[in-house]
């Protein structure tokens, strides 16, 4: 049974203040004196997909920065007017709730002796990959973050902030280490893994995967760095069918279901239409996907929202335009923490880049054929999508190709689509009139709570926490 418990890092022991040596009555015989790793895991697993597919970060931001969504009322972040206030929960949620909960995690295995050697090192590689992931999801978001200093509170309670390469190098050493140390073919945890149910040669090709991701994303930045992080990776060692996607799957209890679902559903709240830009590019293109992604309006037809108008003419519209798919925001929907179309695109682009050997054309239309299958269309329509769509028939060469099949690709991974949209440049998407900046934000401005609890180690690296318009290390275009 999958395991998804909201449990503290730390539970407190009861005990009994007496003068006499009475010490087994000091603790508590009925509450638990540590949480086990397994549940660690678990419960941090179920944050991090909450945070990144939830409201805040994937809804609210992601999938407006990148023009997917818009807001039909409470029209704010679609104009970018966020600040320091805007994403301090998110903020406290990974560092607290999940890197915290996986650093006690990686503690207690490492100081079980009883652990096989074997299954020690998967476990540890295991919390590994996902603390690397939550990080690279946070520098590629923020910039400079804590890293080096953050889970030590007592030795640090005012973390430095390590540069955006210095996180870079350390997501790419506990990925390396973990691909070396992760025995494919032994065990994990017995249980509380949700994403592939302890399955290590599954863990292991996600991890390949997403380093091949950090490699790619560094290409601009750091060529030769990027180039022989990719010498040692093999496409067969990465997840290349969908059978092997890296997908999280929430649960009907209102407790753990999809964060989009408590949104709509049990909040009651319908803020987001599906955008005139995205329904029109899936249009134009007679792409069979928009209708896993976007639902009929009131009088059966895709009608889209303008991006980023003004509050009132939002909700002039809002009976009239299409929300997401229902299915999107069911209780089960799953997130997509990586999969196979990401991989078969970004060994396109690595071929196109001379880090690979292939045909980058079969690997744009083997890209296309798994983002097709995974959405429930067949060879067939992906085979028709292509003819339609070739690969050498977009006036930007490979970065407008890959730019704007991942943009359609990544529908619903609102951060991911952020990011690549910012490092390929495609698709060219508008300022709205009513943004209240001159660009389309690059970067989340820093949390209040470091503003004010940490702000002596983030003023070396910012002079302004406000700042969304600055690019990242690797966003040089």
Request: aromatic share 10%; hydrophobic share 45%; net charge negative.
């Amino acid at each position: 049974m999958k395991l998804k418990l909201f449990l503290p890092v730390v539970l407190a022991l009861f005990v009994f203040q007496s003068c006499e040596d009475i010490t087994e009555l000091n603790v508590n015989p009925n509450a638990p004196t540590a949480v086990p790793p397994a549940f660690l895991v678990s419960e941090a697993q179920y944050q991090i997909n909450d945070r990144l597919a939830g409201r805040n970060l994937n809804a609210e931001w992601g999938m407006l920065m990148v023009q997917h969504w818009a807001q039909n009322e409470y029209a704010e972040e679609s104009r970018y007017v966020v600040d320091v206030t805007s994403f301090d929960a998110a903020w406290i949620d990974l560092y607290a709730n999940a890197l915290s909960e996986l650093d006690e995690a990686k503690k207690q295995v490492t100081a079980n002796e009883g652990l096989l050697p074997a299954i020690r090192n998967n476990q540890i590689a295991l919390i590994d990959i996902l603390m690397a992931y939550t990080y690279h999801n946070l520098t590629d978001a923020y910039g400079a973050i804590p890293l080096s200093q953050a889970l030590s509170p007592l030795e640090n309670p005012l973390p430095d902030y390590d540069t955006q390469p210095e996180v870079y190098a350390s997501i790419v050493s506990m990925l390396q280490g973990a691909i070396s140390s992760m025995d494919a073919g032994a065990a994990i945890f017995d249980t509380g893994d949700n994403v592939y149910n302890n399955n290590a040669a599954m863990w292991k090709s996600f991890a390949n995967s997403l380093l091949f991701r950090v490699a790619m994303r560094m290409a601009d930045v750091d060529e030769s760095g990027a180039r022989t992080i990719i010498s040692g990776l093999n496409v067969s060692d990465m997840i290349v069918e969908n059978s092997q996607n890296a997908v999280y799957e929430f649960e009907a209890n209102d407790l753990v279901a999809n964060p989009l679902y408590i949104d709509v559903v049990v909040d009651t709240r319908d803020d987001f239409s599906v955008t005139e830009e995205l329904i029109t590019e899936l249009q134009d293109r007679n792409d069979p996907r928009i209708s896993a992604y976007v639902a009929l309006n009131p009088d059966g037809v895709y009608q889209g929202q303008p991006f980023g108008l003004i509050d009132a003419e939002a909700f002039a519209l809002k009976p009239f335009t299409s929300r997401p798919a229902p299915d999107l925001r069911a209780a089960t929907a799953p997130t997509v923490m990586m999969d196979a179309a990401e991989v078969h695109f970004l060994v396109a682009e690595a071929i196109e880049r001379g880090f690979m050997d292939g045909d980058a054309a079969e690997f744009y239309a083997s890209g296309i054929a798994r983002s097709m299958e995974y959405w429930g269309f067949d060879q067939a329509a992906a085979v028709t999508y292509v003819e339609d769509n070739p690969y050498d028939g977009y006036e930007g060469g490979w970065r407008q190709a890959l730019g704007i099949q991942k943009w359609l690709a990544f529908y619903m991974n609102g951060l991911q689509a952020w990011a690549e949209w910012r490092r390929l440049d495609y698709p060219q998407l508008e300022v709205p009139e009513a943004g209240v900046t001159g660009s389309i934000p690059v970067r989340l401005p820093y949390p209040l709570t470091e503003t004010t609890t940490n702000g002596s180690s983030l003023d070396a690296v910012t002079s302004n926490p406000n700042d969304i318009t600055t690019k990242l290390w690797w966003d040089v275009n």
